[in-house]
């Protein structure tokens, strides 16, 4: 009997997931009867949902932001700078001997810039824009977390009078390499000492203490603590920069063979931004403006936007979903959060719409991402955007039960004991053997907004209420002999 029971669950999961959104006046007649008596039922509940400003959001990531723009869909103005780390391999060498002979005794460097790398923009790529690089003045450490509202320079991790250098440039590069340059050319100073250039000092410490060249740890520490690359002018695009590097440059000298004619030639080294070591964005967004937006239009939509904008809270009626069914399995619940267009839908500037979304308790929001965690089918689940299919144009969560289960077992635990978050995050993905798994998830840092239908209560014309968003759930329970 118990093996049966098994199989019978494990049928009515199949045929529920194949058609969660119809009726199921059809499914008992044609499994109960030929292998127990069981009760199948479906319901809908009204579900509420409300925009939520996020104020900041984790800062871990492996990717920059460096721009300010407007959103032109909201209004909304978002400011992002960003500090990266740089990473040394240990096998990392420089001919020193070879630098004095090429530059009479001297160890100099002949050019030194960052190299900031984007792979995506957004917004006018002609538009001026002009960034500053802050030589940092202590590295941030990693045994701390860090949010994106983080200020650097009220920290003392960074100070208006460290030394830095500023670069004009804009995102119109039509090359395979999309960079632009930050210049570290003019005179450097540390401890009491002037250097020709930043990458003069480099070779200098190198020469004198190739040991703090090792380790990711003495690089930051004695050497270099990272920069901090600043929006000081401009408005109207994004980079999303994939890679920071420091570059430099000097001159080798190649013994001639006959011993007269001797060659210089010019070497290059770098430093790179690397998991390693800490990359974190720094996000100024139109506060007023955002608590407006999710104040203001409540009664139509609710918003999801990044970076760290503003979040949809969900109240899912645990309570009633489970009034009555307190016995029964609750085989699915399905909850599709429809999308509405924007109001200008061709405008190239448009933010993109966000691809995933995480549906995580609230009370566990801060947690779920400070302590890594992978979205588990229990208490976090993640959602696609989808433009066709059943559930077109939305985001659809195929099946919740688990969630509501747990839930309705924290009844009354804390305020926010039956309420979700939706946030948009950024999936990480990697492959073992023939599959394809889940490794990170983070927030989403990218430019990105849409609207959803508000869930909002009302009465329709036979005074029964309905809402825009609503849970549907199914049951199953053996009958009674």
Known sequence: MKILRLLTVLVIAALTFAACDDTTEGIGGSITNKIDNINISDSAFNVTTKSIVADSVLSRNNTGLIGNMKDPETGNYVKCDYMTQLSVLPTFSVDTLAIKQANNDSIEAASCYLLVSYNASYGDTIAPMKVTAYEMAKPMTEDEEYYSNYDAFKKGWVSEDNQHWSSNYNLSNTSDAKNFKIYLNK???????????????????????????????????????????????????????????????????????DGVTDTTVTEYNWFDGTEEVLQLNKIENDTKNLEQLASKDQEKCTYLKSPAGIFTEVTLPIEDIMKGHEKDTLNTATISFPRLNNENEDNPYNFATPSTILMVQK?????????????????????????????????????????????????????????????????????????????????????????????????????????????????????EE
Not at 201 to 217: D, G, M, R, S, V
Not at 425 to 452: C, E, F, P, W
């Open 363 to 479: 009370d566990s929001l801060q947690s779920f991402f400070e302590k890594s965690k992978l979205a588990d089918n229990r208490t976090s689940y993640t959602a696609s955007y989808s433009s066709t299919g059943t559930y077109k144009n939305a985001y659809t969560f195929q099946n919740i039960a688990n969630l509501v289960s747990a839930m309705y077992k924290n009844k009354g635990k804390g305020e926010n004991w039956n309420k979700v978050v939706l946030v948009p995050v950024n999936v990480i993905t990697t492959t073992q053997g023939y599959t394809t798994v889940i490794s990170k998830i983070n927030h989403d840092m990218s430019l990105a907004s849409t609207r959803l239908k508000r869930g909002v209560i009302t009465t329709d014309s036979n005074g029964k209420e309905t809402s825009p968003i609503q849970i549907k759930v199914i049951y199953s329970k053996f009958k």
């Open 187 to 257: 005179e450097y100073k540390k401890d009491g000492k002037t250097y020709k250039n930043y990458g003069s000092y480099i070779l200098q410490t190198y020469a004198k203490h190739p040991e703090y060249f090792k380790t990711n740890y003495k690089f930051l520490h004695n050497v270099c603590p990272g920069f901090y690359i600043k929006n000081v002018g401009g408005t109207g695009n994004m980079a999303k920069i994939w890679n920071t590097e420091l570059r430099f440059s000097w001159k080798k000298t190649i013994k001639a063979k």
